[in-house]
């Protein structure tokens, strides 16, 4: 499964914290999209993301849980995505929230599940840049660096980059595309119809859509249009 | 050449800040150890760098830079070692410093002569923990899950448990070769004979031996016999 992740090239991202309904959860998961990630900034718990995770089971599609609060680790998903925020001075982000997760959960953690990402947040107004702390004030230039070492010297198979949001720098975007080596490069924030998908989607790997769901059902659904097989 | 550090059981350091006599440099670099790592925690300069290098490419022994500091970065070693502490609060160590490298050596970065390491620094009383605001004070489940944290989600190809200036914990360091999956083990400190050579080499894959090298040379060539072939 780790290595089906190569081909996704459009996932839908759902906030176990927002409500949807089962025929709207339908027609996401029928949408032709590769996975569903199951993530949030704020408000998930163990409950609200079984309560998903079930729902999304019963359709047949890949779904992943992006671990941003240990609360929320449940089994059952194909994946645990492992954020790590490489642009913030506060090493807990990047490492030490992890560390202590590897302490409490030891001999349980099914490593070969594990996928790391290596997040660069980039939009100052959103939850998680405040919650990290993030160093959202940086240059191309160092956006790349901070792509390259995610890269290059930790070798993470994801480079995220997050503009939570609203919708970001595709220059930028496009540049960390061209400068890493190995990392696969996801970008989310602010898509909201085909055209921003269209755009963002010529400058990553793969787009990630989320809001828009919860906002404008059938512009979430035109954006799966990107895919090219 | 990267492949091949995973066939070091015997490295020597050398600081370009001490000085060290051609005899001695002599007999370092003939004594059967598998490489030369050149590396301080302080007082390294271009200059003092670009002697030391110049002075063991007059012998035939792989010898790689470990970069501590940017001033240090000279041409002609076979490798770069890029330390990382992985046990900080502060990230300047784990990525901070390597970005900014990074943005400012761009394209002039030899990308596959570069080997990061991941530091668990664990003597307070060293420079290199003072240095680093290193979080020496950590258990043997903690140590482990620093160790596992680099080892599967950094993906690091060495870990290296450092002690700088004293002999450390012998079961803290067999717990973590134990424990990682894929990163070789490098354990410096504190070796000052064959016999704290032999005990440290029975519990890691790489032993450094330093400082005795220019305290006592005979205990310090006699630490090479831990090497089976």
Redesign the interface.
């Known amino acids: 499964m780790r290595e089906q992740i190569k081909t996704w090239q459009h996932v839908f991202k759902l906030d176990p914290d927002r409500t949807i309904s089962d025929d709207v959860l339908a027609k996401v998961c029928k949408s032709g999209t590769d996975a569903i990630m199951v993530g949030g900034s704020s408000g998930v718990t163990y409950n609200n993301t079984v309560d998903l995770i079930k729902r999304i089971s019963l359709h047949d599609i890949p779904c992943v849980l992006e671990v941003s609060d240990l609360e929320m680790v449940v089994p059952g998903f194909d994946l645990y995505m492992?954020p790590?925020v490489?642009n913030?001075?506060?090493?807990?982000w990047?490492?030490?929230q992890?560390?202590?997760a590897?302490?409490q959960y030891?001999h349980f953690i099914p490593?070969d599940k594990?996928v790391?990402e290596g997040y660069i947040v980039l939009n100052a107004d959103s939850t998680v840049a405040r919650r990290t702390e993030a160093l959202t004030e940086i240059d191309l230039?160092?956006a790349?660096?901070?792509a390259?070492?995610g890269d290059?010297?930790?070798?993470?198979p994801i480079i995220y980059i997050e503009y939570s949001g609203r919708f970001g720098d595709m220059e930028l975007t496009g540049e960390i595309r061209r400068s890493t080596?190995q990392a696969q490069l996801f970008y989310g924030g602010g898509i909201r119809d085909v055209h921003s998908a269209r755009q963002a989607k010529q400058v990553c790997d793969t787009i990630v859509v989320g809001n828009i769901i919860y906002e404008n059902l059938q512009a979430a659904l035109d954006t799966v249009q990107v895919i090219s097989r």
């Open positions: 492992i790590l490489l913030t001075n506060d090493s807990q990047m490492i030490g992890h560390v202590s590897i302490e030891s490593w594990l790391p230039d160092r790349v660096a901070y390259q070492a290059r010297l930790f070798h993470l080596h």
